[in-house]
Each structure stands twice: as C-alpha cells, then as structure tokens.
C-alpha cells in the first residue's frame, strides 16, 4: 500500500529564510506526488504535482518540489518565506490503478516569524 | 459552479442524531471524493463515486456511515446516530475525469463541514 511520511509536525522559520518540508513517500513503482496547502478554516489547496514528466516540479506562491527516487523522497522548498505562506501542509501520494485514491500524509505546520 | 461547495459550513450535533453533509461539485467533474480529517490529521479517504456509481467506500468507518449521489452531481454523507469520534471536518473533492487516464490529477476541494459532536 501507499503511504507518505511528514517529518516534522511543526516547522518554524524566519521571514525571508529558506522553507523545507520533508516528505518520504512507500511505493513500489514511482507514484504520482503532491503536495497540498491547507489555510485556517479552508479547503486543501493544490500547491504542486509530480506527473514523471520532470524530476524538479515548480508550483504556485514560488514553492518548488524535487522527485528524488533513490531517497524515495520529495521534498517541498521555497527559498524566502513570507508571512503569507504560514498554513498546514500536506504531502500526497497516489498510484496509478484506476482504483487508486489520493492518499496524505499527517500534515507539517509552517509557522513564520517575524 | 467555480468550485466545489459544501453546506452547511459548520454543524453541531447532539450525540445520537443524525446528520447529512452536502457537496455540489464543480459541474461536469466525474469523480468526487469524500475525506474525514480529525483535528491535527491528515485527510483520511471515505468513499469516492464515478458519476452516481459509488466505485470505492472502504474508508466509511462504520455502517452509520452513507453517501449517495443519486444523479450523478450532487452528493451527500449521512452519518446516523452520530458519536462524538465522529467530529471532524469532512471534506468533499472533485475531478474531472474518471481515474483511468487521470491518476495524475489533483482534485478541487471544498472548504469542508466542521462536524461537532456533544
């Protein structure tokens, strides 16, 4: 079965710092991977997706993603964090069988200092 | 519509009653998705339907747990004789396509129904 691991319950970073989430996905074949953002008392937002198409995926808000099958890894960065990205993230996996759903992991709070 | 919407936004509950979520997803998008995510979780799948054909409800915890979509858009969980482990946001997601073809795809999810149980 498919699964995502979030390392990191709570991550603090300063305004302007470097951002890294980490997600480890469990697969046995190269899946298709998200990740998602989730602001207080909203739906989940779709941040970036890896398709197999390109190893380094960039999505929206200037957030970035890079597939790394020999770490089974994908993390999430953004080179100078704002105020505005403070939110719940959540890394997602899915497979390819038509049978396949979007699975999450447990969610990373970002929280932003001033 | 332009997204997917979902009433009532918040419910409260007295343990025991039961209660009935909806989800209008974005017209024309064929799959929809039902997730239960508990305070400090992650989302957890429910069920999901192929147009009226509910194709997967192995996530629906118990048997008081029932979604329908009878026509193919609109659709709604009913949760019966509701416990307090029931509280949670339930999120309701859509997509365009059928899986095959689309397992790449993310879904559009609505703001959620914050289920409160006392």
């Known amino acids: 079965a498919q699964s995502v691991t979030q390392l990191g319950s709570h991550v603090s970073v300063s305004e302007g710092a470097l951002v890294l989430l980490r997600c480890n996905y469990s697969s046995s074949v190269p899946p298709y991977l998200f990740w998602y953002v989730q602001y207080p008392n909203q739906g989940l937002q779709l941040l970036l997706k890896y398709t197999s198409a390109a190893t380094l995926v960039k999505g929206i808000n200037g957030f970035e993603a890079e597939f790394k099958k020999s770490e089974t890894s994908f993390h999430l960065t953004k080179p100078s964090a704002h105020m505005s990205d403070a939110a719940e993230y959540f890394c997602a996996v899915r497979g390819y069988s038509s049978a396949s759903k979007i699975i999450f992991g447990s969610g990373t709070r970002l929280s932003i200092r001033p | 519509g332009a997204g997917v919407s979902q009433s009532p936004r918040y419910k409260v509950a007295k343990r025991g009653q039961d209660v009935a979520l909806r989800c209008d997803p974005i017209s024309g998008h064929v799959s929809l998705f039902w997730y239960q995510q508990a305070l400090g979780q992650g989302p957890e799948f429910l069920t999901y339907?192929?147009?009226?054909?509910?194709?997967?409800k192995s996530g629906l915890p118990s048997d008081r747990f029932f979604a329908e979509r009878p026509e193919g858009s609109v659709s709604t969980l009913k949760i019966q004789r509701t416990q307090q482990e029931d509280s949670a946001v339930y999120l309701c997601?859509?997509?365009?396509?059928?899986?095959?073809?689309?397992?790449?795809?993310?879904?559009?999810f609505g703001s959620g129904t914050r289920l409160t149980v006392v």
């Open positions: 997601a859509s997509s365009l396509g059928a899986p095959t073809g689309t397992g790449s795809n993310g879904y559009t």
């Open positions: 339907f192929q147009n009226e054909a509910q194709l997967d």
